[in-house]
Structure formats: structure tokens, C-alpha cells
T-cell receptor, first 120, second 112 residues
Framework: DAGVIQSPRHEVTEMGQEVTLRCKPI?????LFWYRQTMMRGLELLIY????????DSGMPEDRFSAKMPNASFSTLKIQPSEPRDSAVYFC??????????????????FGPGTRLTVL | QKEVEQNSGPLSVPEGAIASLNCTYS??????FFWYRQYSGKSPELIMF????GDKEDGRFTAQLNKASQYVSLLIRDSQPSDSATYLC????????????FGGGTRVLVKP
């Protein structure tokens, strides 16, 4: 089975340009997560969705960042306008959130290969 | 204070020895704890999770949880050069959700 698919794998752009990162979660998974990883800040959760609905976007750094999930098999993370400090590896992850009240939650998150973004 | 703290390393371990990695967390309400492995240039992959105090073993890996002291550890027995990677500790502080907070990771180097 295909894992989480991300595109593009590498993106080099100039400051001020719009950047769109794409993610296809594992088929059947109902939770999707966007992370950003840098040497300075480590792996940070930006936003996550359950059943295509954004649940927590508290990690989105500022209004320049937006994320959508129009259907269960596709999500985008957009940065407009991009800045050099946005340079990082962006990971998408998905998991299967079981129904019912499982306490505590131990859903496994499966990560995509990441998109390495460089903003010049 | 960061919510999840790890020693960045590198932790240098001879082949065949035990590697011991520690992670502390600040939120006493944390429910479940995860260890991920990340090879250089690759994405994180789950090794194991734990949510009850005590030890949990899976092959050469043992996770240990002490909620009173707010730490979780990972032991790697019979370390192999292929275990050389960065190990990320993650904590789920949302009892009903599945939001993970990651530590900065510990880089492990297993020397033949």
C-alpha cells in the first residue's frame, strides 16, 4: 500500500512568492497533520484535521499560512507570501482515529517523506 | 521551559551495548507517550508507545514510564550501527485528541 504522499519533494522559491504544498493521506485514515521541522525549533505541529475538519490550528505561525482539506484524500498547506524564515522541511502525517472514546489515545501517525522548502 | 525535553546528544554507544535515552515532560495531564526514530534526511517512524507506568518491551526496545517523575525513557539493547539515528520523544497531552508535542530529539551514534 502507498504511504502518505507529499509533493513537491523539494521547492525553491523567492521571498514573496506563494508556495503550495500538497498531501495525500493513507487511504482510510481520517486524521491528517501538518508539521514543520527546523534545526532550531525541531518538529512542530502546525495544524491537524479530523474527518476533513480543522481541529487545532494553534501552531500555524501567522496569517500567511493556511491549510485546507477539501476531501478525505487531499490536503494543502499554503504560504503567501513566503519569507526566508519559512525555510524548513514540512511533513504531512495521517492516522486512523478510532471511533468511540478510547482513552488514552495511541493512534499511530504515519509520516510522509516531507517537502524541503527553501525561500531565498 | 520546553514542554518536552531531550538531551540532543550525540549519544555514542559501542556496538552491542545498551543505549539509554531520556525524555522529560512538563504537563502532568499527559496521557500517552511515543518514541519515533528519524534517520538523517528521512521522516519519523514510530518505534513504540506507552501509557501505563512501568516497562514495555518490544524486541530490542524497552520503553519506561514514570508519571510521578514525569519522565519516559527508551532502552535499545544490543545496539547496532543501523540504530544510528535521531530518536524523538512525543507526548499526547490532549486526552480526547491526538495532538503530539515532540521533543528536540537525541542523536544516537552506534560505533562498530
Amino acid at each position: 500500500d502507498a504511504g502518505v504522499i507529499q509533493s513537491p519533494r523539494h521547492e525553491v522559491t523567492e521571498m514573496g512568492q506563494e508556495v503550495t504544498l500538497r498531501c495525500k493521506p493513507i487511504s482510510g485514515h481520517n486524521s491528517l497533520f501538518w508539521y514543520r521541522q527546523t534545526m532550531m525549533r525541531g518538529l512542530e505541529l502546525l495544524i491537524y484535521f479530523n474527518n476533513n475538519v480543522p481541529i487545532d490550528d494553534s501552531g500555524m505561525p501567522e496569517d500567511r499560512f493556511s491549510a485546507k482539506m477539501p476531501n478525505a484524500s487531499f490536503s494543502t498547506l499554503k504560504i503567501q507570501p513566503s519569507e526566508p524564515r519559512d525555510s524548513a522541511v514540512y511533513f504531512c502525517a495521517s492516522s486512523l482515529r478510532s471511533s468511540g472514546r478510547q482513552m488514552p489515545r495511541t493512534d499511530t501517525q504515519y509520516f510522509g517523506p516531507g517537502t524541503r522548502l527553501t525561500v531565498l | 521551559q520546553k514542554e518536552v525535553e531531550q538531551n540532543s546528544g550525540p549519544l555514542s554507544v559501542p556496538e552491542g551495548a545498551i543505549a539509554s535515552l531520556n525524555c522529560t515532560y512538563s504537563d502532568r495531564g499527559s496521557q500517552s507517550f511515543f518514541w519515533y526514530r528519524q534517520y538523517s534526511g528521512k521522516s519519523p517512524e514510530l518505534i513504540m508507545f506507552i501509557y501505563s507506568n512501568g516497562d514495555k518491551e518490544d524486541g530490542r526496545f524497552t520503553a519506561q514510564l514514570n508519571k510521578a517523575s514525569q519522565y519516559v525513557s527508551l532502552l535499545i539493547r544490543d545496539s547496532q550501527p543501523s540504530d544510528s539515528a535521531t530518536y524523538l520523544c512525543a507526548v499526547n497531552i490532549d486526552a480526547a485528541g491526538n495532538k503530539l508535542t515532540f521533543g528536540g530529539g537525541t542523536r544516537v551514534l552506534v560505533k562498530p
